[in-house]
């Protein structure tokens, strides 16, 4: 069955402290690899796709990245705004459309 | 605001009580998901249209979940005779193709008491 597995469940950090959550993945094969932000009460808000081991992507202070087993995301002095929880999903080969999530890092950013 | 929307946002009913909740995609976008969100859990899917074929469904979508899309265009998920373990946040998404970015609605909020 695939699996998503994200950790830690929360991080709290002071602003300006970098970090790294993580996103480990079982599926039978992997079509591709998703990031999420999402804020309280709010839809996931979508940040980078990866497709294939080696691969990164940045967007201001995140940076994502993918190896055959796991994906980190990478925050760089964040700041307060950068509070959300973090939803890691893939998409698995087998002609399947949905995207299988995990449960999220909640991330707290304190100034 | 030309991205995905919901309506209504948050629908509180009664147990027993038949829900309706609409999806509008992005519009060029032909592909349309929905998906379920529980309390400290991340969104589990539910089905997939392409067009106005239903092409997938999870086994999380009983007998008295159906939903639609007659046109190709917006999207109606129906709950019949609601149970407590119904209320969660349900989320639709849309893609212009296969493998690419699903882009979410704000969600709706279901409370069944």
């Known amino acids: 069955e695939d699996q998503v597995t994200q950790s830690p469940e929360a991080l709290r950090l002071q602003e300006g402290e970098s970090s790294s959550l993580n996103c480990s993945y079982t599926v039978s094969g992997l079509r591709g690899l998703f990031w999420y932000r999402q804020d309280p009460g709010k839809g996931p808000e979508f940040l980078f796709t990866?497709?294939?081991a080696g691969e990164e992507k940045e967007k201001e202070r995140l940076k994502a990245t993918l190896t055959k087993k796991e994906s980190f995301l990478h925050i760089t002095a964040p700041k307060p705004e950068d509070s959300a929880t973090y939803l890691c999903a893939v998409a698995p080969q087998g002609g399947s459309e949905k995207l299988v999530f995990g449960k999220g890092t909640k991330l707290t950013v304190n100034p | 605001d030309t991205g995905v929307s919901q309506d209504p946002r948050h629908k509180i009913t009664k147990r027993g009580q038949n829900v309706t909740f609409r999806c509008d995609p992005i519009?060029?976008?032909?592909?349309l998901y929905w998906y379920r969100q529980t309390l400290g859990q991340g969104p589990e899917f539910l089905t997939y249209?392409?067009?106005?074929?239903?092409?997938?469904k999870s086994r999380l979508l009983s007998d008295r979940f159906s939903a639609e899309r007659p046109k190709g265009s917006f999207s109606t998920l129906e709950i019949q005779r609601t149970e407590q373990g119904d209320s969660a946040m349900y989320l639709c998404?849309?893609?212009?193709?296969?493998?690419?970015?699903?882009?979410f609605g704000p969600g709706t909020r279901l409370t069944v008491l």
């Open positions: 998404a849309s893609s212009p193709k296969s493998l690419n970015t699903q882009y």
């Open positions: 249209f392409q067009n106005e074929a239903q092409l997938e």
């Open positions: 519009s060029e976008h032909n592909r």
């Open positions: 990866l497709y294939s």
